[in-house]
């Protein structure tokens, strides 16, 4: 999953992306916990059609960090922390391609 986490005052709003795979994975697996986040308002999640080679994204106004999967697709400990302005608004750029190719989830 890739996660954005904006901190608006005390206010957390969390976006996650999931992959189609793991996306029926978890509504055929997981079902009762994935209707939580989606009726959680401060949780949007969205389905991105394709592999995007991450298990996690996050951005916010201070940093952004990639934590990559290796290329046979594993899980990997390392992870890519940027907290200067170009990481900042590299890291905007791409939220905003997930975004743009993603569907919302509302129900299931």
């Not at 996660?3 to 969390?14: A, G, K, P």
């Not at 960090?65 to 890291?91: A, I, Y």
């Amino acid at each position: 999953m890739i996660s954005f986490i904006q901190i608006n005052q005390i206010m957390l709003i969390s976006v996650g992306f999931l992959q189609s795979q793991l996306f029926d994975k978890l509504r055929a697996e997981n079902r009762t916990e994935l209707m939580k986040f989606i009726d959680n308002e401060l949780i949007h999640l969205f389905v991105y059609p394709e592999n995007m080679g991450l298990l996690s994204f996050l951005y916010n106004d201070h940093c952004i960090m990639l934590s990559p999967l290796t290329v046979e697709g594993d899980f990997d400990n390392k992870h890519l922390e940027c907290c200067n302005q170009d990481g900042r608004n590299w890291g905007k750029e791409l939220f905003e391609h997930y975004l743009k190719k993603s569907t919302p989830v509302t129900e299931l």
